[in-house]
């Protein structure tokens, strides 16, 4: 075939997706990557070899559509989360991002509007976006936190249909306060969306907003396998809501939208959980770690119940960030003015992150 390519200019795009930019951290073969967040550590060995048995078995039946309910691996989640929920209040999908649309897909679109405070997690406007619902901004505090009565009369001030609370907050790694949930949720009639995707690096007595369900039919709470189980491969993401919720849900869903292979391969991950999240201790020592190391180095670390570190006070983040990736070293620029963020990997990695900002330069 010959001729000019098509521009997307030339396209019949809808009017309100013209102008943007797809969500997207830079992807470079640099030997320490700590950029977006992963669990650089592997899956430990036995418990891979359970996935992929369990893999090798769903293959089996692979000529047939997978169950519809993903029921076992409901159950999965129920018994993992305990707080005494059950398979008719779990829901999952392929990546916690996945979970998200469903939700805006359902109770926003047209006409509706969605709200999260800024900033937080860049996906939110562009899931809100593209399900064609308008996304409305709301502010934080100097150091990122949120109040709770302000942050209720901001969301009883916009009357949103969706709000979404990203706690612990990314990029930021900001802790969220539950008696925000509560006086967010009393200020609107809306969905409210609790986004815990970082929930197991926080401190082992935080308590989960799971505590805050029962009684509270628009409550939604969202986790990912892709932190902790290190599963971002994998595309693994779930919620724990009312039942009411779930089979909202339902209608918007695509048929067998959870393949046999994924639901084995989680549920496999599951059923070795203590082993899994036995790699969060580790990475917490390294984010603590790097926290330590930046303020030492005159940069201020944010608080972070997160795996990942936001810094402060970098007088040039385009140029710091570039000479760190010039030394194989690839992190991110967030966006936020003289800060950049960094994921706690394994101790070499850190090491490498540490050493080789550190031959950048203090802070200014």
């Known amino acids: 075939m010959g001729g000019v390519s098509a521009r997307l200019e030339d396209l019949p795009l809808r009017a309100d997706l013209r102008g943007q930019t797809p969500y997207g951290a830079p992807q470079a073969a640099l030997p320490v990557a700590l950029n977006v967040n992963e669990n650089t550590h592997p899956v430990p060995q036995d418990v891979a070899d359970d996935i992929l048995d369990s893999i090798a078995r769903a293959l089996h039946d692979v000529n047939r559509y997978p169950d519809r309910e993903f029921t076992a691996l409901r159950e999965g989640f129920a018994d993992y989360l305990g707080h005494g929920l059950t398979r008719e209040q ?6 916690s991002n996945e979970v998200l649309q469903h939700i805006l897909q359902a109770f926003a679109g047209p ?13 939110y406007p562009l899931l809100t976006r593209g399900t064609g619902a308008q ?4 502010t ?7 109040d709770a009565s302000d942050a209720a009369a901001q969301v009883a001030d916009g009357a949103p249909d969706v709000v979404f609370l990203c706690a612990p907050n ?8 539950l008696d925000v949930v509560e006086a967010v949720y009393d200020a609107t009639d809306g969905i409210v969306i609790v986004d815990e995707a970082y929930f197991e690096f926080a401190p082992a007595d935080a308590r989960s907003a799971l505590t805050l369900l029962p009684g509270r039919e628009r409550l939604v709470v969202s986790r990912t396998m892709s932190k902790a189980f290190a599963f971002a491969g994998a595309r693994v993401g779930y919620l724990a809501a009312d039942p009411a919720l779930i089979d909202a849900l339902r209608l918007v869903r695509l048929p067998y939208h959870l393949s046999a292979l994924t639901q084995a391969a989680a549920s496999a991950a599951l059923r070795h959980a203590p082993v899994m999240l036995g790699m969060v201790d580790e990475i917490v020592a390294q984010r ?3 926290s330590a190391t930046v303020e030492a180095l005159g940069y201020t670390a944010h608080e972070s119940w997160t795996n990942f570190v936001l810094f402060g006070d970098v007088d040039d983040p385009a140029t710091t960030w570039r000479a760190l990736y010039d030394q194989g070293v690839l992190i991110r620029d967030v966006g936020i003015p ?3 963020r960094v994921t706690a990997g394994t101790a ?17």
Do not use: C, K, Q
Request: proline letters at 5%.
């Open 288 to 290: 603590d770690r790097i």
């Open 90 to 95: 779990l829901w999952a999908a392929n990546g």
């Open 135 to 138: 996304w409305v901004s709301g």
């Open 170 to 177: 990314n990029p930021t790694g900001t802790p969220l306060a």
């Open 111 to 123: 006409g509706r509007t969605a709200f999260g405070f800024s900033p937080t997690y860049s996906m």
């Open 348 to 364: 070499d990695e850190t090491t490498a992150f540490l050493d080789a900002l550190a031959s950048v330069g203090s802070a200014a």
């Open 338 to 340: 003289h800060h950049l």
């Open 140 to 146: 934080r505090g100097d150091d990122y936190t949120l």
